[in-house]
């Protein structure tokens, strides 16, 4: 069993649409949680991280990590074609252990 | 913001050469820098963690003499695969931290793309 699982999609969605990314892990270690993006050849931009269970809002992107389950979510509202990516979880055991281990991705693509 | 460059960008070898691939922080000291490979639909998975002036740390499974990691400066650390087989050709991709931000402050490269003929 991988240690973090994601649908790899692709997921295809209108414009405007709200989508809701997910992955699931098995390491209850595991304490910190980031949302990647990456565009196709490209390296993974940074889009949100969380610690700990919680929300976390930043414009049109909301992180959602609920430990209890191993789960975790990315939302984003008034999707636009700008936001056909991959997206990447990742997450870590904690401070000063800097090895993150991601997802396989979800491939979005938002269609006009 | 931090910048990671990568060069080259998209390399084709032979069978049996050696291929270097160079990871620079543009804008930061970076005193840990990670290297990464994805295959095709599959996650980056973490080959090595190299500490500026140390000897890199490999992960399970990668062969430190193929993978040759050199962490010479603050601002470049450069990844040689050694004796190149068709089946080493992916996307690696490096990023590197300052060591004094967050746990989640690696910055990416945007990768090198090898293809093994």
Same mark, same amino acid.
């Given at each position: 069993q991988k240690e973090v699982e994601q649908d790899p999609g692709p997921l295809s969605v209108p414009e405007g649409a709200i989508v809701s990314l997910n992955c699931t892990y &098995?390491?209850? *270690? !595991?304490q910190y949680f980031m949302w990647y993006r990456q565009y196709s050849r490209k390296g993974p931009e940074l889009l949100m991280y969380t610690y700990s269970s919680g929300n976390k809002e930043d414009g049109r992107f909301t992180a959602q990590v609920d430990k209890s389950s191993k789960y975790i979510s990315l939302f984003i509202r008034d &999707? +636009?074609?700008?936001?056909s990516a991959t997206y990447l979880c990742a997450m870590t055991r904690g401070t000063? !252990? +800097?090895k993150l281990v991601f997802g396989t991705g979800t491939r979005l693509l938002v269609s006009p | 913001g931090a910048v990671v460059s990568q060069h080259p960008s998209w390399v084709i070898c032979k069978s049996g050469t050696s291929v270097k691939i160079e990871c620079r922080s543009l804008d930061f000291q970076a005193t840990t820098m990670f290297w990464y490979r994805q295959f095709p639909k599959q996650s980056l998975m973490l080959m090595a963690t190299s500490n500026e002036g140390s000897k890199a740390t490999y992960e399970q499974g990668v062969e430190k003499d193929k993978f040759l990691i050199n962490h010479? &400066?603050?601002?470049l650390s450069t990844l040689t695969v050694t004796s *190149?087989?068709? $089946?080493?050709s992916s996307f690696y991709i490096c990023s590197a931290s300052s060591? +004094?931000? *967050?746990?989640? $402050?690696q910055y990416f490269g945007p990768g090198t793309r090898l293809t093994v003929t």
């Open positions: &098995s390491n209850s *270690a !595991f &999707s +636009q074609p700008s936001d000063g !252990f +800097q | 010479a &400066s603050l601002t *190149a087989h068709p $089946e080493d060591g +004094q931000g *967050a746990i989640y $402050e």
